[in-house]
């Protein structure tokens, strides 16, 4: 199904000390690109996670996660004092005394000056635990991101169909007009060749078959009609595969302008020209729409 990549998505989870909360907005963007805000201490468990989870679903644009993680209970870090380390420094400073025949005494601060005797308890253990709780609430936020994305691919693909139908309608009229654009031609220059001979000057009427004949010949876009025909095709096709499109619609909007360019650019009738304008502003309108498309 069609995707936009444009969304947002909240996902919630309880934990025995508190809630985590995951919100993740998503934007138009060439490519899948992904920034995180994350408490401290998380960035080096589950950076990596998260980012992971989320390309499994989305395969293009700008991804903000935040992930909130309200845990009341929290403390600062605790500090752990090493005794049987302690115990070690003091024989080792009292056999140094003796050997060294000191009288200075050893006192507190000496020793816990020593490393290892006080250390601080880090948190990440505790935290490392909570991914089962972080891939809830984030599986949560990414369903409800998908829901919003697909529902605007909805609007985005109802609003390309009905431009990709006035297309075809203004081709039709524009192949109907270029056959006639040829008849008018000739019209015309018999025309002229009526009332010019009329004041005595003739002018041959193979010259005017062979003029008919560069016209039609230099203004023909029977080739430009036929692909443009089947861009439109490909363009609905595409439009009904599962995978990931933006980038081969947008290719097709540019052929499809690039032959709808040509066509104006070879008429010498006023109506095509104008029909041609038409077709040009709604492809336009079709590759901004792409634009959004994953």
Do not use: C
């Not at 870090?77 to 060294?100: E, G, R, T, V």
């Not at 991101?145 to 909805?154: D, P, S, T, Y």
Request: aromatic share 6%; glycine share 6%; no cysteine.
């Amino acid at each position: 199904m069609l995707k936009s990549m444009t969304g947002f998505g909240r996902g919630e989870t309880a934990t025995p000390n508190g809630k985590i909360q995951i919100e993740i907005r998503t934007v138009n963007h060439r490519f899948f690109e992904v920034s995180s805000r994350l408490p401290e201490n998380f960035q080096i468990f589950f950076e990596d996670k998260l980012r992971a989870e989320v390309a499994k679903k989305i395969k293009r644009g700008k991804i903000n996660l935040s992930l909130i993680y309200d845990n009341p209970r929290k403390s600062g870090p605790k500090l752990i004092i090493n005794k049987d380390l302690a115990h070690k420094y003091k024989k080792l400073l009292l056999d140094l005394k003796h050997s060294l025949e000191l009288k200075d005494e050893i006192n507190f601060s000496q020793i816990i000056s020593f490393p290892g005797v006080i250390s601080v308890e880090e948190q990440s253990k505790e935290e490392a635990k909570l991914w089962p709780r972080i891939k809830s609430a984030l599986d949560k936020a990414l369903v409800s991101l998908v829901k919003m994305r697909e529902a605007e691919g909805r609007r985005l693909v109802a609003d390309i169909l009905k431009r990709k139908t006035l297309i075809s309608k203004n081709l039709s009229v524009i192949e109907h007009r270029s056959k006639l654009a040829v008849r008018e031609y000739r019209g015309h220059l018999l025309k002229k060749r009526k009332e010019l001979s009329s004041g005595k000057i003739n002018l041959d009427k193979g010259m005017i078959e062979l003029e008919v004949a560069l016209f039609a010949k230099n203004s023909d876009i029977s080739e430009e009609v036929t692909r443009i025909k089947a861009h439109l095709k490909s363009f609905g096709e595409t439009l009904d595969q599962q995978d990931e499109m933006g980038r081969k619609l947008d290719f097709i909007a540019q052929e499809l302008h690039r032959e709808i360019n040509t066509v104006g650019q070879k008429t010498n009738d006023y109506k095509i020209a104008q029909l041609a304008i038409a077709v040009k502003g709604e492809i336009e309108k079709i590759r901004e729409q792409i634009q959004n498309i994953e």
